[in-house]
């Protein structure tokens, strides 16, 4: 599977770096840790980033992202980094499509194959597996850096190895990175355990809202823009809101609302153990994972929640 | 270092298994890993607890921990799993020495070696690492069944792979435990996630007191007896509350006030990783490590409030 995808890279000189908008630590991660093996390739690799992203990943990346949307050169390749969709791309799109040739590094199961090259591993717990396994097929050397990148991107998708996705692979692939001198303390306690007084606000209003369903089998949490706005959270802040409702002992479906702060829309996302919330998600234009999935619905929060709740109760 | 552990328990039959008091995941899934190791070799193992265990840990160990302090035969064998000296195995300490051969397998630095056999590595990350070894060197299959208790205690001990005991041979013997078809879903999820209705609304309640102080390198939760009444918690629901001022980035001492249900006082956990919190507690009657400490004070829970905290500010 990587055979066409390190031809085109081998090939190009000029490459930017895509990863999708409100990126997560695997997109993150991936992205950083492929602009460094580009870089050590020789490349002129830059990273290209939605938003002005949160300090927090530049320090763990050791490399500060390029903003810049407009460049004056075309890139040779564009490379996709973690996207489902083109549309994930935002504003970037464009840039994306100006590229002399396209690809797409992914591992969601309903990735489009929008690019010209699609390395696409639905079996991938995290794009950053797909991208350890480049970079082995590439013999690109594995730095203290790329490691600390991909043990981002591999323990924020795994949610520090505890999820269904990960398998014995993962674990060979963490042993690889802990020898390459991965700083799995920082990076873990960084990514799950350190919170900012925004955030801690945030879990308080969202406690605030909890809501159980059908006797606790689905639990909810929400926050209004109101409080995003006021807390001064980040997009990264608010990724662990889930965890809340997700930790009720009963909970089969956890459901996370959030007023985008921009639109008159409503961010949802979906965890479950038991059932597909990806299909609950399609439902209302989103997509995701079996396990994990979001949608954007636009109206208020009031009524989302409402038919989002018992669009969840008819399929238990 | 597993030859003559091997040996002698080659050379018995009738074995129990002593885990410290007041077992935690690591001690509990080497005892009843070790059982079960012990018992596909054709011995007559038994775990027995010091304490009546938690439903928990006997759903994961998928069997029954023996529970009989006084037994008829004498053990050919007695093992004491994950226990720094002899004290930790409390009142089974007369069983312990009783046995016509005793055996040490731990993994504190501290051991006291105080068996006839002692199987120490004070490297190894958790018991469970050293049981995995034995188990490896002693060619017993490995069971899904003996997967998920050393995979209990390996995740316990080291934090679902996140503390900085955690190296890659860790992640080696975790790849080989998914092979072997470790639950590692249900045995993280139940480790570290799940909480009780009756927990999260305390949680709300604590989180509804949150304070800074100094800047933010003091923070502090509290609740009210009112509020644990009503939450319906248990003592051990409540261990987690001081986690909450923990988690801010810039907190040097947390605290959580708890006050008690029976009587006018407040119980005040203490966490810090620059100050001596045990110096703290000892102001108050109280005491722990520099770490983690505690202590319990007569009076209401506002002035004890103020006292502590201008007690902390005068120390930073």
């Not at 992205?31 to 320090?59: D, Q």
């Not at 949307?69 to 996207?83: G, K, M, S, Y």
């Not at 990514?191 to 801690?200: A, D, G, P, V, Y």
């Not at 985008?260 to 994972?289: C, M, P, Q, W, Y």
């Amino acid at each position: 599977m990587f055979e066409e995808i390190s031809k085109v890279i081998r090939s190009s000189k000029d490459i930017v770096i895509l990863p999708h908008k409100r990126a997560d630590g695997d997109c993150l991660g991936s992205a950083f840790a492929l602009l460094l093996m580009l870089r050590s390739l020789g490349k002129n690799a830059e990273v290209i980033l939605e938003e002005k992203n949160p300090k927090i990943f530049s320090i763990l990346c050791g490399t500060e992202p390029g903003s810049e949307i407009e460049r004056e050169i075309t890139p040779d390749l564009a490379i996709a980094v973690d996207c489902g969709d083109m549309e994930r791309l935002g504003k970037r799109k464009d840039l994306f499509v100006s590229a002399r040739v396209t690809a797409n590094i992914d591992h969601h199961p309903t990735n489009t194959r929008f690019a010209d090259y699609n390395c696409i591993d639905a079996s991938a717990a995290a794009t950053g597996q797909i991208l350890f396994g480049l970079m082995e097929y590439m013999k690109i050397p594995l730095t203290k850096e790329i490691a600390n990148n991909l043990y981002t991107a591999l323990s924020s998708d795994t949610g520090r190895f505890a999820y269904a996705n990960t398998d014995s692979k993962i674990h060979i692939i963490a042993a690889k990175l802990h020898e390459a001198g991965a700083d799995h303390v920082g990076i873990n306690e960084f990514l799950f355990e350190k919170n900012t007084l925004s955030k801690i606000m945030l879990m308080r209003d969202a406690l605030n809202s909890f809501e159980i369903f059908s006797g606790g089998k689905i639990a909810s949490v929400s926050v209004t823009r109101q409080q995003i706005t006021a807390s001064g959270v980040t997009d990264d802040d608010m990724n662990g809101l889930i965890n809340i409702p997700r930790s009720l002992e009963t909970v089969q479906v956890a459901v996370c609302f959030k007023e985008l702060t921009d639109e008159n829309a409503v961010d949802v996302s979906f965890r479950s153990n038991t059932i597909d919330v990806a299909e609950i998600a399609k439902k209302f234009g989103g997509g995701g994972h079996i396990r994990a999935s979001g949608c954007t619905i636009a109206g208020d929060l009031k009524d989302i929640k409402k038919t989002v709740i018992s669009e969840i109760i008819k399929v238990m």
